[in-house]
T-cell receptor
Framework: SAVISQKPSRDICQRGTSLTIQCQVDSQVTMMFWYRQQPGQSLTLIATANQGSEATYESGFVIDKFPISRPNLTFSTLTVSNMSPEDSSIYLCSVASGLTGGYTFGSGTRLTVV | QKEVEQDPGPLSVPEGAIVSLNCTYSNSAFQYFMWYRQYSRKGPELLMY????GNKEDGRFTAQVDKSSKYISLFIRDSQPSDSATYLCATHYGGATNKLIFGTGTLLAVQP
């Protein structure tokens, strides 16, 4: 299955600022997925990123708040914009695991907004 | 009603015990079912991936799916302290839809 490198692993940010999270995959993949994991809650899909097209956002998530780039088949970024304490969460990228089924996740970015 | 319900625990068992973790789901259209293990400060790691009703075994782990009752289980035999983690069930519709629907996760502690 694919190996995903995600960075930064954690960050503490001031409210009103933005943070860009990077996700690098060791193989070419069509779709990359961005999830949010809030304390005590389920992982929730933010958006699906396809190379060469705009990301598809889930209900409750908007491009202005979570802009995504997908410049090639192995890399994607998620930006959390104009942050507030409510954005404190773990953000994870994911790709399909191919023949093994299921999905592989990065190690996550633990974001704290103060 | 949540699409996938999972008891958050925590669940504490002695080493060597058989652990049973469970989820229920509401939508009979879900086709694929997964169990993930997540250690503290790590991303989820795929443990089991199943499609049909019945059992799937991998070492000490057995995944069970009962589509008639919309119930999925993960059994861990001879549990070890290294099994201490959060276990997440997940499902999706299959086909072109890749969105995973997760339970909230069950925190398991295996005491030595």
């Amino acid at each position: 299955s694919a190996v995903i490198s995600q960075k930064p692993s954690r960050d503490i940010c001031q409210r009103g600022t933005s943070l860009t999270i990077q996700c690098q995959v060791d193989s070419q993949v069509t779709m990359m997925f961005w999830y949010r994991q809030q304390p005590g809650q389920s992982l929730t899909l933010i958006a699906t990123a396809n190379q060469g097209s705009e990301a598809t956002y889930e209900s409750g998530f908007v491009i202005d708040k979570f802009p995504i780039s997908r410049p090639n088949l192995t890399f994607s970024t998620l930006t959390v914009s104009n942050m507030s304490p409510e954005d404190s969460s773990i953000y994870l990228c994911s790709v399909a695991s191919g023949l093994t089924g299921g999905y592989t996740f990065g190690s996550g970015t633990r974001l704290t907004v103060v | 009603q949540k699409e996938v319900e999972q008891d958050p625990g925590p669940l504490s068992v002695p080493e060597g015990a058989i652990v049973s973790l469970n989820c229920t789901y509401s939508n009979s259209a879900f086709q694929y079912f997964m169990w993930y293990r997540q250690y503290s400060r790590k991303g989820p790691e795929l443990l089991m991936y199943t499609y049909s009703s019945g059992n799937k075994e991998d070492g000490r782990f057995t995944a069970q799916v009962d589509k008639s009752s919309k119930y999925i289980s993960l059994f861990i035999r001879d549990s070890q302290p290294s099994d201490s983690a959060t276990y997440l069930c997940a499902t999706h519709y299959g086909g072109a839809t890749n969105k995973l629907i997760f339970g909230t996760g069950t925190l398991l502690a295996v005491q030595p």
